[in-house]
């Protein structure tokens, strides 16, 4: 471009909105993590309302995975043709309309449709937040405490999402587990507006249609047959047959991918020792935290009896956890190469879950609960900083792709730890009780989580470049 700057590219250290639009992406992130557990304890509630079956209720939380884990890599290539700040304002709006919908849902079709498009928005909405933020804020020193507020948001939202429906469903209604995403987006799309600078998209960017196809046919099979395998087991039909059809529909989105002129997910987004690295820990943290989470919300409600609202309370000490992890990380994400910051957060959740495995039914809150969730928050919090980050480092115009697999990675593992250890637990259950149950499998997840530490540590080889290393491109560069 000769020398001249485009007037709506405004370099980023001298974008002095840059934090309002910081906290405008991360409130849009904040309404779609919330949404992800908001309508767990407002099950029971909705499905007498709305004469919902047995069968017919897992859909609920089935379909918005389904929509959000199936569709973002797509959306990561459409934030790229249709401009970041425009995927941002479609997705908000799409997401706040199919709120509505679905709180105002008189039967089983209207709430599930709802659902579905809340996936669908989010799928557009994450890759254009994690894309805005990667452009701006390059430096390491603000790229820090940007992407340490963005982990905060984001690691804290299941456990808000568990409490926001607790009081919602009990002193309101559960519809306003819906309806409480209108305001938020607006406030949300507010700041987009008023933050958010517009930049032109990316350009030559095509949409590989084919890939397209394969990826969300093949990442909604793969959560489809996770999700079948909680309920009806891993032998049963509906569970492996998706689950095979997954894996052979992403290995000819793989094959597809190395032959297309202008790929769906460019290989060399995957194949970065730095990427794949962070992309194996977000899958790995997924599987032990939401695990953990399903594990305690049914042990507190269940077996301790706790209220919706005293259940949502006990998981603050998870937000308290993440939010001093994510304080640490923050200050030596410039200063520490990659696996010295993610291996030691996995192994602190690991930790947590090892806890998790000497629970027994009669077990204090304060001195056996509550220290797995400050744990287990922790170290998500750790490691979500230095993933999310150091996947978008240097990715330029791969940065919204780049983004979307960090959530399509903790989609699949929330999906699969979820499935396999309810699957592990219940074996257990079976021969004994539940408690024993969740710790046979919370022991199982804790050595997993040993082992994806090493094998992230080894992925993650000293040559692989670290914040610290990252350089601004030069001004002529960037002109």
């Not at 989010?122 to 254009?128: F, R, Y």
């Not at 115009?397 to 396999?420: F, H, K, P, R, W």
Request: glycine share 12%; proline share 4%.
């Amino acid at each position: 471009m000769s020398g001249r700057m485009k007037q709506t590219e405004v370099p980023p250290e001298v974008d002095t909105r840059r934090w309002l639009a910081l906290g405008a992406v991360a409130t849009a992130q904040l309404m779609v993590g919330i949404d992800l557990t908001i309508v767990n304890i407002a099950l029971p509630s909705v499905q007498r309302e709305l004469g919902m079956s047995d069968p017919t209720r897992p859909w609920v939380i089935t379909l918005f995975a389904l929509g959000y884990g199936g569709l973002l890599l797509l959306g990561g290539r459409m934030s790229d043709l249709i401009g970041r700040r425009r995927a941002l304002l479609i997705g908000l709006t799409g997401f706040a309309l199919a709120s509505a919908l679905g709180g105002a849902a008189n039967g089983s079709a209207m709430l599930l449709s709802g659902r579905a498009l809340q996936g669908v928005f989010g799928a557009l909405l994450t890759p254009a937040v994690l894309a805005t933020l990667a452009a701006s804020f390059p430096l390491p020193a603000e790229r820090g405490k940007a992407f340490g507020i963005y982990g905060a948001v984001m690691g804290s939202a299941s456990g808000l999402g568990v409490l926001a429906g607790g009081v919602l469903t009990e002193y309101l209604d559960w519809r306003w587990c819906m309806y409480v995403n209108l305001p938020i987006a607006a406030l949300a799309a507010g700041g987009v507006l008023y933050a958010v600078r517009s930049v032109p998209p990316v350009s030559g960017v095509r949409v590989d249609v084919v890939g397209a196809l394969l990826a969300t046919a093949g990442l909604m099979a793969v959560v489809f047959g996770f999700a079948r395998a909680e309920s009806d087991g891993w032998s049963a039909p509906a569970t492996y047959i998706p689950l095979a059809a997954g894996v052979v529909l992403l290995a000819a989105f793989l094959a597809a991918q190395a032959r297309v002129k202008s790929p769906l997910l460019p290989l060399r987004v995957v194949a970065d020792s730095r990427r794949g690295g962070s992309y194996l820990a977000v899958f790995s943290l997924a599987v032990g935290m939401f695990a953990a989470l399903f594990f305690l919300t049914f042990y507190l409600q269940t077996i301790q009896h706790y209220s919706p609202v005293k259940a949502g309370l006990a998981f603050l000490p998870l937000t308290v956890g993440l939010m001093v992890g994510v304080r640490a990380v923050s200050r030596l994400l410039a200063k520490a190469a990659v696996r010295s910051l993610i291996c030691p957060g996995l192994l602190t959740i690991a930790a947590g879950l090892a806890l998790l495995g000497l629970l027994r039914a009669d077990s204090s809150y304060w001195l056996h609960v509550m220290p797995v969730f400050l744990l287990v928050g922790l170290g998500a919090g750790w490691v979500l900083v230095a993933a999310n980050s150091t996947a978008t480092l240097g990715a330029g115009s791969d940065s919204a792709v780049a983004g979307a697999m960090v959530m399509t990675s903790q989609q699949i593992g929330a999906s699969l730890g979820t499935a396999l250890l309810s699957t592990v637990a219940g074996a257990v259950a079976a021969r004994s009780d539940a408690v024993h149950g969740f710790n046979v499998a919370s022991l199982g997840a804790a050595g997993f989580l040993c082992v994806a530490a090493l094998a992230v540590y080894w992925v993650l080889s000293e040559r692989s470049p670290d914040h610290s290393r990252w350089k601004l491109p030069s001004r002529s560069t960037r002109l």
